[in-house]
C-alpha cells in the first residue's frame, strides 16, 4: 500500500470514527458521557495510532526513528484519558488547561469535575 493510499483511508475512517462518535453521544445524559469517554476514547486513539504508527514506518529509514512517534502517541493517550474530565451536571468535555493540570471545575457550569472510574482512580 503506498501512503497515499493509507492517507485516504486514514481520512475516511477519521470522518466515521468523527460521524459515529457524535452521534454516540448526541442526546445522551451527562452520566452516560461521563461513563463512556474513557472507553470510546481509547478505542478511537488506538485505530489513529495505528495509522500514525504506519505513517511511522512508511516515512522512516529506521525503527529508532518511530520513538519520537511513539511518545507522542502515549503523550496524546495520557492527557486524552487522565487530564480530560467530563462534567457530570452538564455533560461537556472539558480539556486541560495547560496540558499538565487536569481542570477542577466545568468551564461551562462551574461544577466540580472528578475523574472517571473506568480505571478505579
Known amino acids: 500500500m503506498k501512503i497515499d493510499d493509507l492517507a485516504i483511508v486514514y481520512f475516511i475512517v477519521f470522518f466515521i470514527m468523527l460521524i459515529g462518535s457524535t452521534l454516540f453521544y448526541r442526546r445522551k445524559s451527562p452520566e452516560f ?19 500514525l504508527f504506519a505513517f511511522a514506518i512508511m516515512l522512516v ?16 493517550l495520557y492527557i486524552s484519558i487522565f487530564k480530560t474530565k467530563v462534567c457530570g451536571a452538564c455533560g461537556k468535555t472539558n480539556q486541560p488547561e495547560n496540558l ?12 466540580k469535575l472528578s475523574q472517571s472510574k473506568f480505571f478505579g482512580v
Open 100 to 111: 499538565i493540570t487536569a481542570p477542577e471545575f466545568c468551564s461551562k457550569c462551574g461544577e
Open 33 to 51: 458521557k461521563k461513563k463512556w469517554h474513557v472507553p470510546v476514547t481509547l478505542v478511537n486513539l488506538i485505530v489513529i495510532g495505528g495509522f
Open 61 to 76: 529509514d529506521s525503527l529508532i526513528h518511530i520513538i519520537p512517534f511513539v511518545l507522542m502517541f502515549i503523550f496524546i
